[in-house]
């Protein structure tokens, strides 16, 4: 069993900054794709960033191409979202996820994980 902690969320005025940290309980993190995931009120639960197991590949969604980095430490069992230029419509709950060992390379669906984070709230301010 994977246990993952969000933490670094907060409030923020728009065009700032936010970078958040997911810390996995498992050594061998490194065998893990994983993701970032956000789901707003009424709104589904969506993909914003994924990363392969050694951080060689990764996925953005179009909304935030350009301003959102994934990235991943291995060595310290931790991935992280650094979120530039946020807008209000990035408010939201954030989740970190991974995928189930045998996968190395990020899924876009929610269904494609088998762990998850209890979630960190961002809310941006106009």
């Known amino acids: 069993q994977v246990r993952l902690v969000e933490s670094g969320g907060g409030l923020v005025q728009a065009g700032g900054s936010l970078r958040l940290s997911c810390e996995a309980s498992e050594r061998t993190f490194s065998r893990y794709a994983m993701g970032w995931f956000r789901q707003a009120p009424g709104k589904e639960r969506d993909i914003v960033a994924g990363?392969?197991?050694?951080?060689?590949?990764?996925y953005y969604a179009d909304s935030v191409k350009g301003r959102f980095t994934i990235s991943r430490d291995n060595a310290k069992n931790t991935m992280y979202l650094q979120m530039n230029s946020l807008k209000p419509e990035d408010t939201a709950v954030y989740y970190c996820a991974a995928r189930a060992q045998d996968y190395s390379g990020y899924h876009v669906s929610p269904n494609g994980y088998k762990y998850w984070g209890q979630g960190t709230q961002v809310t941006v301010s106009s």
């Open positions: 990363i392969s197991w050694n951080g060689g590949s990764t």
